[in-house]
């Protein structure tokens, strides 16, 4: 995190191109400065479309990590001056697609590189590998989804200090990874959707601190013991065994088994040491049996989404309550009934999802027993917002039930069979910060009574049947970011611009103006589809559109343009006779 | 002004900045060297000496802490960094924590 005056320095030398040419030529001083700095620097040049190829030379005794994933500009040309930078320690080039075997070769023999990420590089292949081998201290490579083929990976085994590497995508062999045992330190193996199989499973064994495995995708169904395994993913492969065999069992605590297909799951987990396991994802694969989960005491993470969970297994979940935070339950059997078996067992529960199940008003009461529950999910379910109370005739709002839940801050009520007095109850919730509403149902009611929900940062109101006038009278919660309005059809698009006129702080989002995003104005397609917000100076998107990918047409008036076009349709015939021009 | 309240900065080529000492606990660096009991010779005489900061950027920095001081109080003015120094005063500023 850079200070203040850092910062005003930073902004101050990536103002405009004749202030980069202002410090530039300072070499001494660039020598010498410390590696954050200059990497803060050079992250906000990119940031700024300001970093060209031959800039980048004056950080190369300074910067030790440099992150130029998702830049489709980056080439060999780039490649060629990184391969300068003496001190370079990580380069991710992630999703650079210019990238190609040929530019790897400018960064061979960079002695201390430890990190290399080329993941989505597809013009990288077998040949490209062989440029890697001359990086004597690489611990992490990430090749997966590369053009990288069996043979490539074959050639990978002398890099023995790997810890870190991801072949996922790739079309490894059983050969292929048998050959990678002289691979001793992994600790990270990605193989997912490879070809290997149950054949070279053994191999694993030599990796004696193998720590995360990712085998999701593959013919495998079985593993040897793996002692010092913690994070397994088997995503999609039909499994049988795990860990049989002698010694210590892996003490798991991530595990991902989502759509896969197990047998017999009691014989799966029978090796499987769990009293550490904290996450499990077995969401989109059937079970018969749910009681394997009750000696799970540690678990914090639980998906059983698009499962077949019943009613009558929940008693399994509840029996391992008490440390319960986040509990997916999508698309499961589970009702009321069920809820009401978790009700007052799940003291931490913060995040309950319920979308697509069978729960009606009942279940909401059952929720007021689950004091801890910051976000729930109860769209697609037979929840009516009205509850009958002993055997009078008169309803009651079902949602009042949640007034009491004091930390409740989401709550998803999409596509159920509401009405507007339903809703009543949600002006009473101190935190509620997000609410998703989409039922056409719903009315200029509705709008009013979420008015004086003062918390609220996000309302979505989709497929409603507000109308202007209800869109006029609406006073936004002070706190309101975004509001959602897609669908809403009996909007006018003169009412909403008035209305966004009149509210200018909010972000609204509406079909008829899906170009009001306030927040995207700046941001260049590339940065968009890049997979994490850069470095730590969030206020550099704020500042100037990008300098570099200016259409050029823009300069020009349209009688200009033509102008310039009849000129270039003539300029050939006129300088045929090789005429250099005045 | 008393003597107690001020502190000396001393630049490279040893120039003297004598400012209020409160402007330069704005640097987490500074406050540290006049705060910290026993030991620093600085606590004593209230004089810093910088040897790798030239007299150009402690000038802009003693300006800065200053300039602080008022945006901190809620004045909010421009405080102008010319492109020039812009590397040697992240790097002042990085060293002194400010």
């Known amino acids: 995190m850079e200070s203040l005056l850092e910062r005003m320095c930073i902004d101050a030398a990536t103002e405009s191109a004749v202030a980069v040419d202002k410090w530039r030529r300072q070499r001494r001083t660039l020598e010498r400065m410390p590696s954050h700095l200059a990497e803060a620097l050079l992250r906000r040049l990119l940031q700024r479309r300001m970093l060209y190829p031959s800039l980048l030379e004056v950080f190369k005794y300074s910067v030790e990590d440099i992150d130029l994933s998702g830049e489709s500009f980056v080439d060999a040309e780039w490649m060629a001056y990184l391969g300068a930078f003496r001190y370079l320690n990580s380069l991710i080039l992630a999703d650079c697609h210019k990238i190609n075997n040929a530019a790897l070769w400018n960064i061979t023999g960079l002695t201390n590189l430890k990190e290399m990420d080329l993941s989505r590089c597809s013009k990288i292949t077998d040949a490209g590998i062989q440029h890697l081998l001359s990086l004597p201290a690489l611990e992490k490579l990430r090749i997966s989804e590369t053009g990288v083929t069996a043979d490539g990976v074959v050639i990978l085994a002398s890099l023995s200090n790997l810890l870190l590497l991801d072949l996922g995508g790739l079309p490894v062999t059983d050969s292929a990874l048998n050959s990678l045992q002289t691979l001793t330190k992994l600790q990270d193996l990605d193989l997912w959707g490879s070809e290997v199989s149950n054949e070279s499973v053994r191999i694993l064994k030599m990796f004696r601190n193998l720590s995360f495995l990712n085998l999701a995708w593959t013919k495998i169904t079985m593993l040897p013991n793996l002692p010092s395994l913690t994070c397994l993913n088997m995503s999609r492969c039909a499994i049988s065994s795990l860990f049989e065999g002698e010694g210590l069992k892996p003490r798991l605590e991530k595990v991902k088994f989502s759509g896969a297909t197990i047998c017999n799951i009691s014989e799966a987990f029978q090796y499987v040491e769990t009293s550490k396991l904290s996450f499990l994802d077995i969401s989109n694969s059937t079970l018969q049996s749910y009681s394997f989960l009750s000696s799970m005491n540690a678990m914090t993470d639980l998906d059983l989404s698009g499962s077949g969970l019943v009613d009558g297994s929940v008693e399994h979940i509840a029996r391992i309550g008490a440390t319960l935070k986040n509990l997916n339950l999508n698309n499961t059997k589970v009702s009321s009934e069920g809820i009401n078996a978790l009700a007052g067992n799940v003291p931490n529960l913060e995040t309950l999802l319920l979308s697509g199940t069978p729960i009606d008003d009942a279940a909401i009461y059952f929720l007021r027993m689950m004091p801890a529950l910051k976000v729930i999910n109860l769209s697609r379910t037979h929840v009516k917002g009205f509850m009958q109370l002993g055997s009078a005739l008169d309803e009651v709002p079902s949602f009042s039930a949640l007034e009491s839940l004091s930390h409740l801050e989401s709550l998803n009520l999409e596509l159920l069979h509401i009405k507007d007095p339903a809703l009543r109850p949600l002006a009473n919730m101190s935190r509620l910060s997000h609410l998703s509403l989409r039922s056409v149902s719903l009315t200029n009611e509705s709008l009013y009574h979420i008015s004086s929900a003062e918390k609220l940062v996000h309302l979505g109101l989709r497929d409603t049947v507000v109308t202007d006038t209800g869109l006029a009278a609406f006073t936004p919660p002070p706190a309101l970011e975004i509001l959602d309005l897609r669908g809403c059809w009996l909007l006018s698009k003169e009412f909403v611009s008035r209305f966004c006129q009149k509210h200018p702080q909010l972000e609204v989002r509406h079909d008829l103006f899906e170009t009001l995003d306030k927040r995207n104005e700046y941001t260049s397609p590339s940065r968009a589809t890049t997979r994490t917000p850069k470095g730590k100076n969030k206020q550099g998107n704020s500042s100037a559109p990008p300098q570099y990918f200016l259409d050029q047409r823009l300069k020009y008036s349209r009688e200009e343009l033509l102008s310039l076009q009849i000129l270039s349709t003539v300029l050939p015939t006129s300088s045929g006779q090789s005429n250099p021009l005045p | ?98």
């Open chain 2, 1 to 98: 002004m008393k003597k107690e309240d001020t502190v000396m900065l001393i630049s490279a080529e040893g120039f003297e900045f004598v400012i209020d000492k409160k402007a330069a606990m704005v640097s987490q660096t500074i406050r540290n060297m006049l705060t910290s009991p026993g030991g620093f010779s600085e606590t004593e005489h209230g004089k810093v000496t910088f040897p790798e900061i030239s007299t150009t950027i402690l000038e802009k920095i003693c300006q800065y802490f200053y300039w602080s001081l008022q945006y901190a109080s809620g004045k909010e003015t421009e405080f102008h960094i010319e492109p020039e120094l812009t590397l040697e005063l992240m790097m002042a500023a990085n060293y002194l924590h400010t």
